[in-house]
T-cell receptor, first 114, second 111 residues
Framework: NAGVTQTPKFQVLKTGQSMTLQCAQDMNHNSMYWYRQDPGMGLRLIYYSASEGTTDKGEVPNGYNVSRLNKREFSLRLESAAPSQTSVYFCASVLGPYSNQPQHFGDGTRLSIL | QKEVEQNSGPLSVPEGAIASLNCTYSDRVSQSFFWYRQYSGKSPELIMSIYSNGDKEDGRFTAQLNKASQYVSLLIRDSQPSDSATYLC???????????FGAGTILRVKS
């Protein structure tokens, strides 16, 4: 019963490098989300996908791009990493854009940019 | 003003006491609220959800919602050291099911 799986769990990058964070869910959920969590700031929404084929910006989208590859997978890409993007990234999913059910979170990716 | 505000704490309570965690929100349109618990280095896990005014109880946890005052709280009875964690309050935006989180309250239960 995997739920929401994120890869990698840890990553260290140099400024200017690019990378893609992967997220996959096996709960047949329609909506998926990417958050970042910085000390003392709670979780902030980067991008979300209300349903397959759609993506929208959240609160802090600058410096990121996303791809909803299919119903299961939602990836987050950093094209040119900056130290300000050092954070813990969480992927989450929920049944649908109007569901009252809570979001389920992955274990997170801890990203450090030097 | 942040959309969801919480006292960052830490809130320290002795084992067996009641811990009271509070949250206020500014968007009157918000209808659903969630409390997540997050242990250090772990992902958030849902503790309680509440959608209507009043109290909702689940075991040692009680969530309270007052939409007129735009106030949500979480009571933890018979607090245990294992309850020591950061508690995140979140409101749900109707379209897209987006969550807006507070910064979290650190709870420490001392044995």
């Amino acid at each position: 019963n995997a739920g929401v799986t994120q890869t990698p769990k840890f990553q260290v990058l140099k400024t200017g490098q690019s990378m893609t964070l992967q997220c996959a869910q096996d709960m047949n959920h329609n909506s998926m989300y990417w958050y970042r969590q910085d000390p003392g700031m709670g979780l902030r929404l980067i991008y979300y996908s209300a349903s397959e084929g759609t993506t929208d910006k959240g609160e802090v989208p600058n410096g990121y791009n996303v791809s909803r590859l299919n119903k299961r997978e939602f990836s987050l890409r950093l094209e040119s990493a900056a130290p300000s993007q050092t954070s813990v990234y969480f992927c989450a999913s929920v049944l649908g854009p109007y569901s009252n059910q809570p979001q389920h979170f992955g274990d997170g990716t801890r990203l450090s940019i030097l | 003003q942040k959309e969801v505000e919480q006292n960052s704490g830490p809130l320290s309570v002795p084992e067996g006491a009641i811990a009271s965690l509070n949250c206020t929100y500014s968007d009157r349109v918000s209808q659903s609220f969630f409390w997540y618990r997050q242990y250090s280095g772990k992902s958030p896990e849902l503790i309680m959800s509440i959608y209507s005014n009043g109290d909702k109880e689940d075991g040692r946890f009680t969530a309270q919602l007052n939409k007129a005052s735009q106030y949500v709280s979480l009571l933890i009875r018979d607090s245990q050291p294992s309850d020591s964690a950061t508690y995140l309050c979140a409101s749900r935006r109707e379209y897209g099911n987006k969550l807006v989180f507070g910064a979290g309250t650190i709870l420490r239960v001392k044995s």
